[in-house]
């Protein structure tokens, strides 16, 4: 048998983690005894019932051990609990480790969905206010396109009176020049007494009739002073001449690319077939470099306004120096091409004339007027008729003139050439 500490031999100290263990299920042996042991146990005793006598006749065995528990050293279900609880805690302390990245983890998720929330709600918030900025910027876009309308409408109304005044005011101012110079020896109501020296010209004959201007052929020839000038700009070929040819479509003037020429002064060549030739005033050119210093059936400038239509046909050609009876052939054909006749309000076209340049005087007249005469004679009988009613040959005091608006004509006391200056371009050399 044992001795007295027996018990304890063998057992460290640190062995003693047993004493913690839950013995409820345990029965004296150390086996687990759940209820349902202890019933099938109950019903066993049940069916073999002892007697009292029985029990007095029951002999305990000699080799029945009070503490069979003590034959092993180390008992197996407390070495087995302690592990199993070392066990436990690592795998607790795994599964909190596991927890805190996991918690970690979605803690770092939260955050990015958290900015990608803020960015997606910044993003929206920036597309609504640039939304907010184009539907004004439409709104503005709008109301300034209708402001634009509404005044590209005043302006054409407003060049559509401009228009009507500035041939009103060419004609007026015409006709002020020309009472001007008549004036200077008779009254202006004398001169309103006269017959319209266009009304049935050929009734007063002019006195001079033998010595009237000559009639000249259809084409007028280069002023022979410059048959020596440079050549380097003549065009001799119809290739060369079509960028600047130019063609009437209901009045109105267009150039080669069939665009309507507006607001322009233009110098220009019309040949013996009529094609017309013409580049603007502010070119360096002379009428001789249309044909090579051929000649040619008319030689002038036009001027359009604004619309393309033509308010103003001139002679004036210091290469050509074509006369009024020379253009008479021109006139009739630009008076068809514009359609005087079949507006009203074209008949303030006007011819200017410098056949008398040289001596300071610019002839204004309405182009459907110059464009009834028949001939030498009726130009003849004309203009005797307005050197009778203002004795303009005899004057030689200084006659200022606004005539067509740009225009100043100027007559010095000693007869010298005409100086003229139009639109701030200087003098013209043509």
């Known amino acids: 048998m044992y001795e007295k500490n027996d018990f304890?031999?063998?057992?460290?100290?640190?062995?003693?983690?047993f004493l913690d263990f839950n013995f409820?299920?345990?029965d004296v042996f150390g086996e687990n005894r759940t209820p349902i042991h202890l019933e099938q146990e109950l019903k066993q005793d049940d069916e073999k019932l002892s007697t009292p006598s029985d029990l007095l006749s029951w002999i305990p065995s000699e080799q029945f051990d009070l503490f069979p528990i003590l034959d092993s050293q180390s008992p197996p279900q407390v070495e087995h609990s302690s592990k199993k609880r070392k066990l436990n805690n690592m795998e607790l302390q795994n599964?909190?480790?596991?927890?805190?990245?996991?918690?970690?983890?979605?803690?770092d998720e939260e955050k990015e969905e958290l900015r990608r929330r803020k960015n997606a709600l910044s993003q929206r918030r920036v597309r609504e206010r640039a939304k907010q900025k184009i539907?004004?910027?439409?709104?503005?876009?709008?109301?300034?396109?209708?402001?634009?309308?509404?005044?590209?409408?005043?302006?054409?109304?407003?060049?559509?009176?401009?228009?009507?005044?500035?041939?009103?005011?060419?004609?007026l101012s015409s006709l002020a020049k020309t009472i001007q110079q008549i004036s200077n020896n008779s009254s202006v109501q004398n001169y309103f007494f006269q017959s319209n020296p266009f009304e049935?010209?050929?009734?007063?004959?002019?006195?001079?009739d033998?010595?009237?201007?000559?009639?000249?052929?259809?084409?007028?020839?280069?002023?022979?002073?410059?048959?020596?000038?440079?050549?380097?700009?003549?065009?001799?070929?119809?290739?060369?001449?079509?960028?600047?040819?130019?063609?009437?479509?209901?009045?109105?003037?267009?150039?080669?690319?069939?665009?309507?020429?507006?607001?322009?002064?233009?110098?220009?060549?019309?040949?013996?077939?009529?094609?017309?030739?013409?580049?603007?005033?502010s070119y360096e050119w002379n009428h001789s470099w249309f044909f090579a210093g051929q000649p040619v059936k008319a030689a002038g400038f036009i001027e359009t306004d604004n619309t393309g239509e033509v308010f103003l046909i001139s002679n004036e050609s210091g290469y050509y120096k074509p006369t009024m009876l020379q253009m008479l052939p021109t006139l009739r054909y630009f008076s068809q091409q514009i359609k005087l006749s079949q507006s009203p309000a074209k008949s303030t076209v006007v011819y200017e004339s410098h056949d008398r340049a040289n001596e300071g005087?610019?002839?204004?007249?309405?182009?459907?007027?110059?464009?009834?005469?028949?001939?030498?004679?009726?130009?003849?009988?004309?203009?005797?008729?307005?050197?009778?009613?203002?004795?303009?040959?005899?004057?030689?005091?200084?006659?200022?003139?606004?005539?067509?608006?740009?225009?100043?004509?100027?007559?010095?006391?000693?007869?010298?050439?005409?100086?003229?200056?139009?639109?701030?371009?200087?003098?013209?050399?043509?």
């Open 8 to 17: 304890f031999d063998g057992i460290e100290e640190n062995n003693f983690d």
């Open 24 to 26: 409820d299920d345990l």
């Open 95 to 107: 599964r909190i480790n596991s927890l805190e990245e996991r918690r970690g983890k979605l803690h």
């Open 135 to 171: 539907v004004g910027l439409e709104n503005q876009a709008e109301t300034l396109r209708t402001s634009i309308w509404e005044t590209n409408k005043t302006i054409k109304e407003l060049e559509v009176e401009n228009n009507l005044l500035k041939k009103e005011l060419s004609f």
């Open 200 to 208: 049935n010209p050929s009734v007063t004959r002019s006195h001079d």
């Open 210 to 281: 033998n010595n009237s201007t000559r009639v000249s052929s259809d084409l007028i020839p280069m002023d022979s002073q410059f048959l020596t000038e440079d050549k380097s700009h003549y065009l001799y070929t119809e290739n060369e001449r079509a960028p600047y040819l130019v063609h009437f479509n209901n009045g109105k003037l267009y150039n080669y690319k069939n665009e309507v020429i507006l607001d322009s002064r233009l110098l220009y060549v019309l040949d013996k077939n009529n094609n017309l030739y013409a580049v603007p005033s």
């Open 361 to 430: 005087i610019i002839l204004t007249y309405r182009l459907n007027d110059v464009a009834r005469l028949n001939g030498a004679q009726d130009i003849n009988n004309v203009l005797h008729k307005l050197m009778v009613m203002g004795k303009q040959s005899t004057k030689k005091t200084n006659v200022v003139s606004e005539g067509i608006k740009g225009y100043e004509t100027k007559m010095y006391e000693d007869n010298s050439e005409v100086t003229l200056s139009r639109y701030g371009l200087g003098s013209q050399k043509t």
